[in-house]
C-alpha cells in the first residue's frame, strides 16, 4: 500500500520559514514524480511545485517560486518542501501527491505546461496545517 506522510507544518510569523516533509512508501520512489498542493480556506487546491528525479529540475507555482524549494532524497524515500519568507497568504493546508512516471516524461510536462494538473497524480498524502500570521 502505497502511503505519503507530511509533516513539518506549524504556527509561524510573516518572514519566517518552515520546512515540510513527505514521506512515501510503498512504491519504488526514485520512479515517481512528486507534487505539492495546497488549499487556502475557502479556495480551490492549487499545485505549487513538483519535482521529478534528481535530475529533473522542480518548477513552480508563480506564487512561491523564488520562496520556496523543492528536494528529494531517495534514500530516504522523502521530498522536502524549504518555505521562506512566508506571508500571511500562504496558510493552507499543504498536501504531497505522487506519480509514476518516467522522468523524461515528467520533464516534457515540465517544460511544456509548468506544473503538471491534480489529476495527473494517484497518490495522496493527508495534509499539514501550515499557518503564518503574526
Known amino acids: 500500500e502505497v502511503q505519503l506522510v507530511e509533516s513539518g507544518g506549524g504556527l509561524v510569523r510573516p518572514g519566517e520559514s518552515l520546512r515540510l516533509s513527505c514521506a512515501a512508501s510503498?512504491?519504488?520512489?526514485?520512479?515517481?514524480?512528486i507534487g505539492w498542493f495546497r488549499q487556502a480556506p475557502g479556495k480551490e487546491r492549487e499545485g505549487i511545485s513538483c519535482?521529478?528525479?534528481?535530475?529533473?529540475?522542480?518548477v513552480y507555482a508563480d506564487s512561491v517560486k523564488g520562496r520556496f524549494t523543492a528536494s528529494r532524497d531517495n534514500a530516504r524515500n522523502t521530498v522536502y518542501l524549504q518555505m521562506n519568507s512566508l506571508e500571511p497568504e500562504d496558510t493552507a493546508i499543504y498536501y504531497c501527491?505522487?506519480?509514476?512516471?518516467?522522468?523524461?516524461?515528467?520533464?516534457?510536462?515540465?517544460?511544456?505546461?509548468?506544473?503538471?494538473?491534480?489529476?495527473?497524480?494517484?497518490?495522496w498524502g493527508q495534509g499539514t496545517q501550515v499557518t503564518v500570521s503574526s
Open positions: 501527491a505522487a506519480v509514476g512516471i518516467e522522468a523524461s516524461a515528467i520533464e516534457t510536462i515540465h517544460s511544456l505546461y509548468g506544473l503538471p494538473p491534480q489529476g495527473l497524480f494517484d497518490h
Open positions: 510503498g512504491l519504488a520512489f526514485e520512479k515517481y514524480a
Open positions: 519535482i521529478g528525479d534528481s535530475d529533473v529540475a522542480a
